[in-house]
C-alpha cells in the first residue's frame, strides 16, 4: 500500500500537471493511487507508465507530460538512488517539485538527464510550487454570467467534451437472462435435444432502455446572459445522448428547435435557430407557453416515462394560476420534472416571485444551472435516474415554497 509521503508527491504532481493544462482531475489521481497497489514501486519505469497510462488521455499532452516527470521525479542528491524515495519517514529526500520545467534545448531529448551530470558548482534554479486553483477549476466555479469572451470559447470546448448518461427505464418486453419469469419457447426448443424431458430451464429478464429528455428552455429578456451558453448546453446534450432529445424555447409563445440542433456544426445549428426563433430577449410568459406545449406536444414527446428539463429564472408576466394548471399538468404527464435555475446558485436568491411560488409544488428537482460544476452535478443527477423511484407527489402539493426549498437541503 501506498504510504503517506507518496501519496504527498502524487498530490502535488497532479497540481502540477494541472497548472500546466493537462486534463488532471481528482478521480485520475485517485485511479492512480489504486493501481500503484499493483505495481512494484522500486522499478521506476513500472511507476513511470502506470502513471503516463492513467493521467495522459491527449497525445499532445505526452511530450508536456515527460518533461515534468523526469523534473518532478528526480533525485534531489546523485548518489541517491530510485527506491530510496519511497522509504517512509525520508523527508529529506522528497523529490523537489517544481512549477514548470525549464526549457528544453533543440538537440536535447525530452526527460534526458543531462541535468544530472552538470558540474556540482552550477546552480539549477527550483521553484517551489503554490498551492493555487487551475484555470479549469476557476471556470467550473465561474458563473455563465459573469464570463470573458475567451473565457466563454473555453466554457464550450469543456461542454463540448461532457459526457451524458440518463437513466434507463424498465419496458414490457422481455429479453433472455436470469430473471424471474420461465422462457418456455426456449425451454421448448431446447429440450426437444434430449427427447422432449425438461432437463433445461430458460428464463427471461426484463429489458431496459433509454428514457426520452425534453429541454424547455426560457429566451427571455431576465435570461439574456445566459440563454445563448445554454443553447450550447442543449446542443452538446443532444449530441451527448444516445436517444433523440426535444427541445424548446419560450418567451412569449413556444417554439421547437429539435430539427435544428440536429447539424453536425454548432455555429451553423445555433444560426438557424435564431432564425427560426422570433422572441428573443421579449417577455415571459412560462404558462402560456407551458399550455402550448401540453396540449400541442405533449401526447408526441412526453410518452415512455420522459424525463423534463425546464430550465428558466421563474421570471413570469403571465397569469400564476394559468402557470399553476398547466405546470402542474406537465408534470403528472411525465416522469420527472426538473427545473434549472441559474439564479439558484447565489447564495441571497429566494423564490418569491409569482411563478417560482405557483411552480415550485410542482417541481420534482430543483437545481441550479450557473457554471460548469452545476452541469457537472446535473450529469450525476441525471445518470442516477435509473435506480430512482418516482417522487411521491401528493406531500409535494400541500408544501409551501419555502418548505420546499429547505426540503430540497437549501434550508
Known amino acids: 500500500m501506498t504510504n503517506n509521503h507518496l501519496l504527498h508527491n502524487l498530490i502535488l504532481f497532479g497540481r502540477l500537471l494541472r497548472a500546466l493544462g493537462m486534463d488532471v482531475n481528482p478521480g485520475r489521481m485517485i485511479d492512480l493511487v489504486q493501481a500503484l497497489e499493483h505495481v512494484n514501486l522500486a522499478r521506476k519505469a513500472d511507476f513511470y507508465y502506470t502513471a503516463r497510462c492513467l493521467l495522459v488521455h491527449d497525445q499532445a499532452d505526452l511530450p508536456l507530460f515527460e518533461q515534468a516527470f523526469a523534473l518532478f521525479w528526480r533525485a534531489p542528491r546523485e548518489k541517491i538512488l530510485w527506491e530510496e524515495l519511497f522509504a517512509v519517514g525520508s523527508e ?32 539549477q534554479q527550483i521553484i517551489e510550487v503554490t498551492q493555487t486553483y487551475s484555470t479549469r477549476e476557476l471556470l467550473r466555479q465561474k458563473d455563465f454570467g459573469d464570463l470573458t469572451q475567451e473565457e466563454l470559447r ?22 433472455p437472462g436470469q430473471g424471474r419469469r420461465l422462457d418456455l419457447r426456449r425451454s421448448l426448443r ?15 429478464q426484463p429489458k431496459f432502455k433509454p428514457r426520452p429528455l425534453v429541454v424547455i428552455a426560457d429566451i427571455s429578456g431576465s435570461m439574456e446572459r445566459y440563454a445563448r451558453l ?24 413556444l417554439t421547437r428547435i429539435t430539427r435544428q440542433l440536429r447539424g453536425r456544426e454548432i455555429d451553423r445549428a ?15 410568459r412560462i404558462g402560456d407557453s407551458l399550455k402550448t406545449f401540453n396540449f400541442a406536444w405533449g401526447r408526441r414527446v412526453l410518452g415512455r416515462g420522459a424525463v423534463v428539463l425546464l430550465i428558466s429564472d421563474g421570471w413570469d408576466r403571465g397569469d ?7 405546470i402542474g399538468r406537465l ?16 447564495a441571497e436568491y429566494e423564490p418569491l416571485t409569482r411563478g417560482m411560488q405557483a411552480a415550485l409544488p410542482y417541481i420534482d428537482d430543483f437545481l441550479p444551472v450557473h457554471n460548469l460544476a452545476s452541469l457537472e452535478a446535473l450529469a450525476a443527477h441525471l445518470q442516477n435516474l435509473t435506480v430512482a423511484k418516482r ?21
Request: hydrophobic content about 40%; proline content about 7%; aromatic content about 8%.
Open 190 to 204: 431446447r429440450n426437444l435435444r434430449y427427447g422432449g424431458e425438461l432437463i433445461e430451464w430458460p428464463s427471461r
Open 270 to 284: 445555433l444560426a438557424e435557430v435564431s432564425r427560426e426563433v422570433t422572441d428573443w430577449s421579449g417577455g415571459t
Open 230 to 253: 445554454l443553447l450550447h448546453f442543449i446542443y452538446s446534450l443532444a449530441k451527448g445522448l444516445e436517444q433523440e432529445v426535444e427541445a424548446f424555447v419560450f418567451s412569449t409563445h
Open 92 to 123: 529529506e529526500l522528497a523529490p523537489q517539485p517544481i512549477i514548470a520545467p525549464p526549457p528544453l534545448q533543440e538537440d536535447e531529448p525530452i526527460g534526458s538527464n543531462e541535468a544530472d551530470e552538470t558540474d556540482d558548482d552550477e546552480v
Open 154 to 175: 473555453a466554457v464550450k470546448q469543456f461542454m463540448a467534451k461532457m459526457v451524458w448518461q440518463l437513466g434507463l427505464r424498465r419496458t414490457r418486453r422481455q429479453r
Open 331 to 346: 408534470q403528472r404527464s411525465c416522469h420527472r420534472l426538473i427545473w434549472l435555475n441559474p439564479l439558484l446558485g447565489l
Open 320 to 326: 400564476p394560476v394559468l402557470l399553476k394548471q398547466e
Open 391 to 411: 417522487p411521491s407527489r401528493q406531500q409535494q402539493l400541500k408544501l409551501s415554497g419555502a418548505a420546499f426549498i429547505r426540503k430540497m437541503g437549501r434550508g
